[in-house]
């Protein structure tokens, strides 16, 4: 499993823009696909955006296309979640999570994540 700690999670305004981090603290970070889940209060947690293990591939949910950025470096064992045009709706909890499988393809499928970080708050006010 990969350890993962996200960070960055901060009060701001209505179009704002927001960098999350996650960082891991394990070896194998390289070998994993990646995603960010948010969860807002009373709602199920719900997937944001994913990249793929060699970065080849991104995925978004549809209410953050154009606005959100999903990127990392190995080298580093980080993954970021850029956030541009925070809207009240994208307050929440948000997540970083590793799929369980080394070198699988990207999903939204909150069931192929078997790693989760702690969460960091994003709370974007109007």
């Known amino acids: 499993q990969v350890q993962l700690v996200e960070s960055g999670g901060a009060l701001v305004q209505a179009g704002d823009s927001l960098t999350l981090s996650c960082v891991s603290s394990g070896g194998t970070f390289s070998r994993y696909s990646l995603g960010w889940f948010r969860q807002a209060p009373g709602k199920e947690r719900e997937f944001v955006a994913g990249?793929?293990?060699?970065?080849?591939?991104?995925i978004f949910h549809d209410s953050v296309k154009g606005r959100f950025t999903i990127s990392r470096d190995n080298a580093k064992n980080t993954m970021w979640l850029q956030m541009n045009s925070l809207k009240p709706e994208d307050t929440a909890v948000y997540y970083c999570?590793?799929?369980?499988?080394?070198?699988?393809?990207?999903?939204?499928?909150?069931?192929?994540?078997?790693?989760w970080g702690q969460g960091t708050q994003v709370t974007v006010s109007s």
């Open positions: 999570a590793a799929q369980q499988y080394p070198m699988g393809v990207i999903t939204a499928t909150r069931h192929s994540f078997g790693s």
């Open positions: 990249i793929n293990w060699d970065s080849r591939r991104t």
